[in-house]
T-cell receptor, first 115, second 116 residues
């Protein structure tokens, strides 16, 4: 039990639509990161938020955006969905900013299918 | 560039066999972290171990053991006396030491099937 909860578990969207995925972390986990995991691949870093501000981003276009809230919840928003956005989206949280001294806990993910 | 390579895509063993999952990494950093995660079909990544680059001692936890060799940039994972419940996809990951960004770089994973 990691204490990281994601919703929805599964969803299907149509190309061009927008989607919001949600994550709830443990109290005190000030850092949240989002990863995209395509089928048969390892997770790829999308971005990280620390105390409600984005402080790191991977190689993803601006249509991938996020929010982090004071109550340790966060959102991943994807606009103008493309077929290649079909993937498992994982939320990860930890207490500190970097990796030093922190264990990173992952949720079970949200499976997004774009048709 | 930083990179993690897990050359074994799939491994199939019979219960009670020992199995080693290979992980080779590339980084220009002198200090870094290495991780192993287990991903069952449910999708959640289960943390197994974190090792920092200046600690090359091998580690054993029950049936699990890890062999870190900085000279060959490898961080291999061995399961002794495998069990059906060990069936999952296993990921090796590399992380930056210090700094503000806590992102991990994952390999493509090794799917382990343990048959009764």
């Amino acid at each position: 039990e990691t204490g990281v909860t994601q919703s929805p578990t599964h969803l299907i969207k149509t190309r061009g639509q927008q989607v919001t995925l949600r994550c709830s972390s443990q109290s005190g986990h000030n850092t949240v990161s989002w990863y995209q995991q395509a089928l048969g691949q390892g997770p790829q870093f999308i971005f990280q938020y620390y105390r409600e501000e984005e402080n790191g981003r991977g190689n993803f276009p601006p249509r991938f955006s996020g929010l982090q809230f004071p109550n340790y919840s966060s959102e991943l928003n994807v606009n103008a969905l493309e077929l290649d956005d079909s993937a498992l989206y994982l939320c990860a949280s930890s207490t500190g900013q970097g990796i030093s001294g922190n264990t990173i806990y992952f949720g079970e993910g949200s499976w997004l299918t774009v048709v | 560039a930083q990179k993690v390579t897990q050359a074994q895509t799939e491994i199939s063993v019979v219960e009670k066999e020992d199995v080693t999952l290979d992980c080779v990494y590339e980084t220009r950093d002198t200090t870094y972290y290495l991780f192993w995660y287990k991903q069952p079909p449910s999708g959640e990544l289960v943390f197994l171990i974190r090792r920092n680059s200046f600690d090359e001692q091998n580690e054993i936890s029950g049936r699990y053991s890890w062999n870190f060799q900085k000279s060959t940039s490898s961080f291999n994972f061995t399961i002794t006396a495998s069990q059906v419940v060990d069936s999952a996809v296993y990921f090796c990951a590399l992380g930056n030491y210090g700094g503000s960004q806590g992102n991990l770089i994952f390999g493509k994973g090794t799917k382990l099937s343990v048959k009764p």
